[in-house]
């Protein structure tokens, strides 16, 4: 393998330091090491984070293949600074199977850029009404522990409550896609003041937070592990507040753009801004900032979700849900978090690799930037100040809703158990890597 010293690195944005990276582990850290190397890289300003690990990922491979595969959703997560994610399992066919999971795992190792731990779908054909082969994903080669059927909801509390148990044996988390179905009928965006005036259909915050109360009461009965995709409102952060309170099992997740946009921006009509759930309202951003600066929300998801340009550039009342996300979240959370003040880099390692990978229960992943442990990093510049471009994406997809807004911070390097996957800001094409 080849060898890397990393020169004047800030760990967690404490002082500069040196890190020698040997057969895919952190060999030794230190100011001014005197040690050998292949490559020896000038890190003066930039901050080291382990590499981020994403709960919440679409890579549409099997079947979409129109919109990302495996390999050029692996090439986006690199660029973006994660070496794990876990893609969801809406795909065609539906990953309700250990041979589709096992299809896609193999496919993440094939790539190289990053790990892919498969997400299994809860319910058959995610239609709700019958249980998947749970037992049979998490005993495959994929070792599913993470199920949902995200993108529709396991509304039959008889149906989640069975998952709650089944998954319970081996240690699985069911994450929740919160959505009330029978209360978002025809919703085309958040239900408030917007949408009265835009005469769009409203997506009431209750149709989440109704869900989410269900869900934490029946983890607490049935005594299993429950994690909430995408949260979005300040209700549903209360009532998780509540849960964790009760010191019940149950984490969540916040994706950058609820961090950061609001529905004021669906005003313009512009199909890039529909998303679900929905983009709330200013004070719902602030309640999800606060939730997870003071852990209430454990981790950033980004729920990067690629469609092709047909399928947004057209009339919003057609056009498909979704947000590209990858290559530009950790930009984000600087923007809404650490340039904010409500976490330091330290909080941000947190958020999105140590909690992300402990929920995940991915082992190699989320680790300590300490010697021996795996070399999952990432290095990255917050002096960076950019226009976010889509053409340069590494996504086949180009549905982005930072288009032309300057966002602080870039990516400079990559590295997956001790293989640069980006360096200078740019891919690697080399060894194994496709």
């Known amino acids: 393998m080849v060898t890397y010293l990393i020169r004047n690195a800030q760990i967690l944005g404490g002082a500069p330091q040196d890190l020698h990276l040997v057969d895919g ?138 998952a709650l148990e089944y998954v319970k044996a081996f240690d699985g988390v069911v994450a929740q896609h919160a959505q009330e179905p029978r209360l978002t009928e025809g919703a085309q965006m958040n239900e408030g003041q917007v949408s009265g005036e835009l005469g769009l259909g409203g997506w009431p915050a209750v149709a989440e937070e109704a869900i989410i109360a269900r869900d934490v009461l029946l983890a607490a009965h049935v005594g299993s592990r429950l994690h909430i995709c995408h949260v979005s409102t300040a209700g549903s952060v209360e009532i998780i507040r509540w849960a964790k309170a009760k010191g019940w099992d149950v984490t969540a997740e916040v994706t950058p753009h609820h961090l950061l946009l609001t529905d004021e921006l669906v005003r313009s009509y512009d199909p890039v801004y529909k998303v679900n759930p929905p983009l709330r309202t200013a004070e719902d951003v602030q309640a999800l900032r606060k939730a997870l600066a003071d852990g209430t929300i454990d981790a950033v998801a980004t729920d990067h979700a690629p469609h092709p340009a047909e399928d947004k550039d057209c009339e919003w009342a057609v056009a498909a849900m979704g947000m590209v996300g990858l290559e530009t979240a950790l930009s984000v959370v600087q923007q809404t978090m650490v340039d904010t003040g409500l976490l330091n880099w330290e909080g941000v390692a947190d958020r999105m690799s140590h909690r992300p990978a402990r929920i995940g229960r991915l082992a190699g992943h989320g680790r300590p930037i300490s010697l021996g442990e795996p070399a999952n990093l990432v290095l990255f510049d917050p002096a960076y100040r950019g226009a976010v471009n889509p053409e340069s994406f590494a996504s086949r997809s180009r549905n982005t809703p930072y288009q032309g807004l300057d966002l602080p911070g870039r990516v400079h390097a990559t590295f997956l158990r001790g293989t640069a996957t980006v360096l200078a800001g740019e891919l690697v094409e080399q060894g194994g890597l496709a």
């Open 25 to 162: 582990a952190i060999a030794a850290i230190g100011a001014g090491l005197d040690a050998q190397a292949d490559i020896e890289i000038d890190a003066t300003g930039l901050i080291v984070l382990p590499g981020l690990v994403d709960l919440h990922t679409h890579l549409r491979e099997p079947g979409r293949e129109d919109a990302e595969t495996v390999l050029t959703g692996t090439r986006a997560a690199a660029m973006g600074g994660f070496t794990a994610v876990h893609a969801m399992a809406n795909t065609f066919p539906v990953a309700d199977t250990a041979g589709v999971v096992e299809q896609v795992w193999r496919l993440g190792q094939e790539s190289g850029y990053c790990d892919v731990q498969p997400v299994g779908a809860v319910t058959v054909g995610l239609e709700g009404k019958k249980l998947a082969e749970l037992g049979a994903m998490h005993e495959s080669a994929a070792g599913v522990r993470v199920f949902s059927d995200d993108g529709k909801c396991v509304d039959d509390a008889v149906i989640m409550r069975r």
